[in-house]
Protein backbone atom coordinates (compact mmCIF):
# COMPACT_ATOMS: atom_id res chain seq x y z
CA UNK A 1 0.00 0.00 0.00
CA UNK A 2 1.34 3.67 -1.01
CA UNK A 3 1.55 5.92 1.78
CA UNK A 4 3.19 9.51 1.71
CA UNK A 5 4.60 10.72 5.06
CA UNK A 6 5.86 14.37 5.27
CA UNK A 7 8.11 15.81 7.79
CA UNK A 8 10.10 18.66 8.01
CA UNK A 9 7.52 21.52 8.89
CA UNK A 10 7.97 23.78 11.85
CA UNK A 11 8.60 27.96 12.52
CA UNK A 12 11.01 30.41 10.53
CA UNK A 13 11.14 33.93 10.10
CA UNK A 14 10.34 35.71 7.01
CA UNK A 15 13.48 34.99 4.51
CA UNK A 16 14.16 32.16 5.93
CA UNK A 17 14.44 28.68 4.57
CA UNK A 18 12.96 25.06 5.07
CA UNK A 19 13.23 21.55 3.68
CA UNK A 20 10.30 19.23 3.38
CA UNK A 21 10.62 15.52 2.31
CA UNK A 22 7.69 13.05 1.76
CA UNK A 23 8.69 9.51 2.04
CA UNK A 24 6.42 7.33 -0.18
CA UNK A 25 6.26 3.94 1.35
CA UNK A 26 5.28 1.05 -0.57
CA UNK A 27 5.78 3.21 -3.79
CA UNK A 28 5.41 0.56 -6.97
CA UNK A 29 6.38 1.04 -10.80
CA UNK A 30 2.72 2.39 -11.30
CA UNK A 31 3.70 5.35 -9.36
CA UNK A 32 3.95 7.87 -12.15
CA UNK A 33 4.42 11.37 -9.55
CA UNK A 34 4.68 12.99 -6.44
CA UNK A 35 3.26 16.78 -6.06
CA UNK A 36 3.19 18.67 -3.15
CA UNK A 37 -0.29 20.96 -2.09
CA UNK A 38 -0.64 23.61 0.38
CA UNK A 39 -3.82 24.64 2.28
CA UNK A 40 -4.17 27.72 4.28
CA UNK A 41 -6.91 28.61 6.81
CA UNK A 42 -9.84 29.23 5.23
CA UNK A 43 -8.14 28.28 1.81
CA UNK A 44 -8.48 25.86 -0.65
CA UNK A 45 -5.64 23.31 -1.07
CA UNK A 46 -3.68 24.79 -3.78
CA UNK A 47 -1.36 23.14 -5.94
CA UNK A 48 2.69 23.75 -5.13
CA UNK A 49 5.10 21.41 -7.38
CA UNK A 50 5.43 18.28 -8.46
CA UNK A 51 8.02 15.98 -9.96
CA UNK A 52 8.08 13.03 -12.25
CA UNK A 53 9.48 9.76 -10.86
CA UNK A 54 11.05 8.81 -14.39
CA UNK A 55 12.67 11.40 -15.92
CA UNK A 56 12.48 14.06 -12.92
CA UNK A 57 9.82 16.51 -15.14
CA UNK A 58 9.22 19.64 -12.77
CA UNK A 59 6.33 21.72 -12.77
CA UNK A 60 5.44 24.42 -10.21
CA UNK A 61 2.57 27.16 -9.38
CA UNK A 62 4.12 30.48 -10.52
CA UNK A 63 3.88 32.37 -6.56
CA UNK A 64 7.11 29.67 -5.87
CA UNK A 65 8.81 29.57 -9.06
CA UNK A 66 12.45 30.79 -8.37
CA UNK A 67 12.13 30.51 -4.24
CA UNK A 68 11.17 26.57 -3.86
CA UNK A 69 12.60 23.88 -5.82
CA UNK A 70 11.80 19.93 -5.72
CA UNK A 71 13.64 17.22 -6.16
CA UNK A 72 13.63 13.81 -5.46
CA UNK A 73 15.72 10.12 -4.75
CA UNK A 74 14.83 7.07 -6.07
CA UNK A 75 16.52 4.90 -3.98
CA UNK A 76 14.87 6.00 -0.64
CA UNK A 77 11.23 6.51 -2.33
CA UNK A 78 11.42 10.36 -1.27
CA UNK A 79 10.80 13.64 -2.95
CA UNK A 80 11.99 16.98 -1.23
CA UNK A 81 10.49 20.36 -1.67
CA UNK A 82 13.83 22.84 -0.37
CA UNK A 83 12.19 26.77 0.55
CA UNK A 84 13.63 29.18 0.48
CA UNK A 85 12.85 33.37 0.89
CA UNK A 86 9.55 32.20 2.64
CA UNK A 87 6.86 34.99 3.13
CA UNK A 88 3.83 34.88 6.01
CA UNK A 89 1.59 33.93 2.88
CA UNK A 90 3.58 30.15 2.53
CA UNK A 91 1.68 29.47 5.72
CA UNK A 92 0.02 26.57 5.55
CA UNK A 93 -0.25 23.13 6.42
CA UNK A 94 1.72 21.45 3.00
CA UNK A 95 0.90 18.10 1.86
CA UNK A 96 2.63 15.28 -0.55
CA UNK A 97 0.40 13.14 -2.86
CA UNK A 98 1.13 10.22 -4.74
CA UNK A 99 -0.25 9.38 -8.36
CA UNK A 100 -0.45 7.32 -11.44
CA UNK A 101 0.09 8.51 -14.91
CA UNK A 102 -3.34 9.45 -16.13
CA UNK A 103 -3.03 12.92 -18.08
CA UNK A 104 -0.55 14.48 -16.52
CA UNK A 105 0.57 16.59 -18.65
CA UNK A 106 -2.62 18.22 -18.36
CA UNK A 107 -4.03 17.99 -15.13
CA UNK A 108 -1.13 17.82 -12.63
CA UNK A 109 -1.98 20.56 -10.67
CA UNK A 110 -5.53 19.11 -10.31
CA UNK A 111 -5.44 17.40 -6.95
CA UNK A 112 -8.43 14.98 -7.03
CA UNK A 113 -6.00 13.71 -9.57
CA UNK A 114 -3.57 12.28 -7.34
CA UNK A 115 -4.49 9.19 -5.46
CA UNK A 116 -2.91 8.69 -1.93
CA UNK A 117 -2.08 11.57 0.35
CA UNK A 118 -0.13 12.14 3.31
CA UNK A 119 -0.96 13.98 6.56
CA UNK A 120 0.62 17.22 6.49
CA UNK A 121 2.99 19.50 7.98
CA UNK A 122 2.39 22.80 9.21
CA UNK A 123 4.62 25.54 7.84
CA UNK A 124 4.63 28.69 9.84
CA UNK A 125 6.39 31.75 8.42
CA UNK A 126 6.17 34.50 10.90
CA UNK A 127 6.81 38.49 10.17
Known amino acids: QVQPVESGGGLVQAGGSLRLSCVVS????????TGWFRQAPGREREFVATITWRGGVVYYTGSVKGRFTISKDNTKNTVYLEMSSLTPDDTAVYYCADRRGGNFYSDYREAARYDTWGQGTQVTVSS
Open 26 to 33: GRTSNSYA
